[in-house]
T-cell receptor, first 118, second 114 residues
Framework: GAVVSQHPSRVICKSGTSVKIECRSLDFQATTMFWYRQFPKQSLMLMATSNEGSKATYEQGVEKDKFLINHASLTLSTLTVTSAHPEDSSFYIC??????????????FGSGTRLTVV | AQTVTQSQPEMSVQEAETVTLSCTYDTSESNYYLFWYKQPPSRQMILVIRQEAYKQQNATENRFSVNFQKAAKSFSLKISDSQLGDTAMYFCAFMKTRDDKIIFGKGTRLHILP
């Protein structure tokens, strides 16, 4: 089955530093990956859509300069939280879709990254 | 814009009982996909079941089945013979055929009681 690996699962960083989160599709190619943010006991909020070889598309209200997304290959997308602040602390989840047919397979999600900024 | 509404924030049922989770959505699209995702305490999102809007037949996956009412824009999930492992947050989700984005409802927290 389709597997998406997300790393790290937990990270604690100091305020003002940057942290990178990786999302890898292990056994399939993903032209599109998605990054979500989830606050405690809330739903997933789509932050951006990551397309291989092109710039990410950010949702309204998401700071593209703070949340840098790179999708350099068909199996890897990265989210870098720059100059992190305590309010950036959250659970971040990535997901990936197979090239075709994406809706049939749905989307495979990574196991998430809990970011704590101190 | 598409919206997904889950009106039950939290539910509890006894093990082995049947439970139905409600979901309504709003869209002007005629072709789309609907999903139910499960997020257990591990927080790993797991696809439970999918439904294609152009198919009238309700999708089933073992103990999980849906009641898809396209005209009413309703997409409920029925879990039969509920098990302790079904305890999780359940999200109803919508995706346009011509789009990549999945729109999630706010979720229903389901507790299966021993």
């Amino acid at each position: 089955g389709a597997v998406v690996s997300q790393h790290p699962s937990r990270v604690i960083c100091k305020s003002g530093t940057s942290v990178k989160i990786e999302c890898r599709s292990l056994d399939f190619q993903a032209t599109t990956m998605f990054w979500y943010r989830q606050f405690p006991k809330q739903s997933l909020m789509l932050m951006a859509t990551s397309n291989e070889g092109s710039k990410a598309t950010y949702e309204q209200g998401v700071e593209k300069d703070k949340f840098l997304i790179n999708h350099a290959s068909l199996t890897l997308s990265t989210l870098t939280v720059t100059s992190a602040h305590p309010e950036d602390s959250s659970f971040y989840i990535c997901s990936a879709s197979r090239i075709i047919p994406r809706a049939y397979y749905g989307y495979t999600f990574g196991s998430g990254t809990r970011l704590t900024v101190v | 814009a598409q919206t997904v509404t889950q009106s039950q924030p939290e539910m509890s049922v006894q093990e082995a009982e049947t439970v139905t989770l409600s979901c309504t959505y709003d869209t002007s699209e005629s072709n789309y996909y609907l999903f139910w995702y499960k997020q257990p305490p591990s927080r790993q999102m797991i696809l439970v079941i999918r439904q294609e809007a152009y198919k009238q037949q309700n999708a089933t996956e073992n103990r999980f089945s849906v009641n898809f009412q396209k005209a009413a824009k309703s997409f409920s999930l029925k879990i039969s013979d509920s098990q302790l492992g079904d305890t999780a947050m359940y999200f109803c989700a919508f995706m346009k055929t011509r789009d990549d984005k999945i729109i999630f409802g706010k979720g229903t927290r389901l507790h299966i009681l021993p």
